[in-house]
């Protein structure tokens, strides 16, 4: 069973720099698999972020792409968020979850998340 | 701006039938994409509960079935549990964002 858990700082500064990393047991990192970010403001609904391949390419939503870097660590089974320049609009509980699907990249699906983590801008 | 529009809320009396709705347009539902659905309980992992528009994962019961027609989707659930309280959140690829598009949630009652 594949699990994930996203870890990182709970406050952040407005202009700083928003940190998370996704530790995934019970499989590698290294699989035909995308591994993605996710994020819900309060009272809002879910927004993809972007998801990263083992070999390092990634999709970025354009709407955040100036502000994103993804990166995957295959030594520690872990892959990692990082978005600067936070606002308060980047307040949100941030998921990291599993695209997996075979074949047509286009009928992918997230089929494991973790719980998601709480992660405030303020000063 | 690409959107998946669902309706706030929806609710229904145990036992009874609901459906959810998720409206998109020709660069996602419409573009041939396929929709998938969520359930959401706060503070927890989304649970994927219907892939591929009508799939079901192993594990999700059959009182769950998913549907596609034209540019929108449908999520509906037989038998209305408690425990089916919930927030569900279609999903697709958009063309114009290429990338993801969520659905802005659904918050089914189950009065």
């Known amino acids: 069973q594949v699990q994930l858990q996203e870890s990182g700082p709970g406050l952040v500064k407005p202009s700083g720099t928003l940190s998370l990393t996704c530790a995934v047991s019970?499989?590698?990192?290294?699989?035909?698999?995308?591994w993605s970010w996710v994020r819900q403001p309060p009272t809002r609904g879910l927004e993809w972020i972007g998801e990263?391949?083992?070999?390092?390419?990634?999709n970025y939503n354009p709407s955040l792409r100036s502000r994103l870097t993804m990166s995957v660590d295959k030594s520690t089974n872990q892959f990692s968020l990082r978005l600067s320049s936070v606002t308060a609009a980047d307040t949100a509980v941030y998921f990291c979850?599993?695209?997996?699907?075979?074949?047509?990249?286009?009928?992918?699906?997230?089929?494991?998340w973790g719980q998601g983590i709480l992660v405030t801008v303020f000063s | 701006q690409s959107v998946l529009t669902q309706p706030p809320s929806v609710s229904g009396a145990p036992g009874l039938r609901v459906t959810i709705s998720c409206s998109g347009s020709?660069?996602?539902?419409?573009?041939?994409?396929?929709v998938h659905w969520y359930q959401h309980l706060p503070g927890t992992a989304p649970r994927l509960l219907i892939f591929?528009?009508?799939n079901r994962p192993s594990g999700v019961p059959d009182r769950f079935s998913g549907s596609k027609s034209g540019t929108s989707a449908s999520l509906a659930i037989t038998g209305l549990q408690a425990e089916d309280e919930a927030d569900y959140y279609c999903?697709?690829?958009?063309?114009?964002?290429?990338?993801?598009?969520f659905g802005g949630g659904t918050k089914l009652t189950v009065l």
């Open positions: 979850a599993r695209l997996y699907g075979s074949g047509n990249y286009y009928k992918k699906r997230f089929d494991y």
């Open positions: 591929g528009d009508s």
């Open positions: 020709s660069s996602n539902i419409g573009a041939g994409y396929d």
């Open positions: 019970g499989g590698s990192i290294s699989s035909t698999y995308w």
């Open positions: 999903q697709s690829y958009d063309s114009s964002l290429s990338g993801w598009l």
């Open positions: 990263i391949y083992h070999r390092g390419t990634t």
